[in-house]
């Protein structure tokens, strides 16, 4: 049995007559299969993209940071991310938010209201991110596997034990689920995945939460002060600074889901109008993170004070309960397989949509061959599809093997997208959509907080960049985890 479907983007789409000669009820309005996502799932898909381990280092950025810029900073990009976010869930459609043509990813939306070069810039931004996330989730993952592992070995043998464990057993069976979880076809189909992996970064930033709690009750607040790491006594002046700039990146791009967000939406139903369920989700998932960020920052930074590690978990700032510290590097790790997906998605749908529009008559590329899976029922297998996203997965996965230090260039990539993304383009597109005078009161501030955005993504870039060339310097191939 043999079906043809044409890929295009974040979907496959099946016959363009079909509106026409079907059930016009399964379509949208432009022909498209119908769309079925719901608000629970986009809150979930939010807090997927949102929520990763990094929620486990922000007890380090506000160790930096201190008490009072620490929680200012968690507070003023939570504020910043939300509002950035409204206007781009408004850009979905153009030329009006409600009933104007849809957008189907990022980039679209950006050649719809400003075109021109930009439209590239975008999408080197947007990819090169997705490209970088989906390998720093690979080493990122493969930590929390091995600090399985060395827990047990810990517990068993002391804290004083090295317990050398090599990360890329791990990473290779980290690519292994990924290649199957490849073969979802889109976006739409990751609903059940996003649950879970949602439900998983709750349970570990619960317990890293929970223990951080039990610290203080049990051994008091540690030293802990307004400015944070203390010149002189826990750092030199340069360190401070270098910190204090890795710190207030590490918070930016803690919150960023820009990347994603066009090709979330994408996944909604259409009635009620996109743009406000998107924007009400957006809220959800921005207070309900910015809540898990505050709680794990400060309360992790007054358990550890300024000796406050990386991350608290993979980090061993707890040892025990040891079975509790395992159970939580399990939920990050199957975060981690979910929100993999999540960034992935939008480029297999880029590539698979280029290379389908570029040779639509290609059987190889554009043909689905129907097998029947017991318990599932028909799977639709297309080998180019197949090939293609094997192929992508093993090399980010030999990336990562490669260059374990690369989570540090992740934040450096991070700093050269964060401002485009998460700020500048939905601006723009903002103004461009709305019609805003130029040098008008809205105008004005709209732009002044573009720049003061774009300063922070500088400073980021600059505290990431000082920091490679630190891990370069003493970079080992195949260095163990110690």
Known sequence: MKEEFQNNGMYLEQNPEAPENGDLKNFDDDGRPKRTGTYIYICTSIITAVIGSGVLSLAWAVAQLGWVAGPAVLMAFSFITFFTSTMLADSYRSPGPITGRRNYTYMDAVRSHLGGCKVLLCGIAQYGKLIGVTI????????????????????????????????????????????????????????????LAAVMSFAYSSIGLGLSIAKVAGDGIAKTTLTGVTVGVDVSGSEKVWRSFQAIGDIAFAYAYSTVLIEIQDTLRSHPPESKVMKWASGVGVSTTTLFYVLCGCIGYAAFGNNAPGNFLTGFGFYEPFWLIDFANVCIAIHLIGAYQVFAQPIFGFVENRCSSKWPENKFINTEHAVNVPLYGTYYINLFRLVWRTVYVILTAVIAVIFP????????????????LTVYFPIEMHIAQAKIPKYSVRWIWLKVLSWACLVVSLVAAAGSIQKLSQ???????FKTQQ
């Open 136 to 195: 720093g989730y690979t080493i990122t993952a493969s930590i929390s596997m091995v600090a399985v592992k060395r827990s047990n070995c810990f517990h068993r043998n002391g804290h004083h034990v090295k317990c050398h464990t090599s990360n890329n057993p791990f990473m290779i069976i980290f690519a292994a689920i990924q290649i199957l979880l490849s073969q979802i076809p889109d976006f739409h189909k990751l609903s059940r995945l996003s649950i």
């Open 405 to 420: 230090f690369f989570n540090d260039f992740l934040g450096l990539i991070g700093a050269g997208s964060f401002y485009p």
């Open 471 to 477: 891990d370069v310097k003493t970079y080992k191939p």
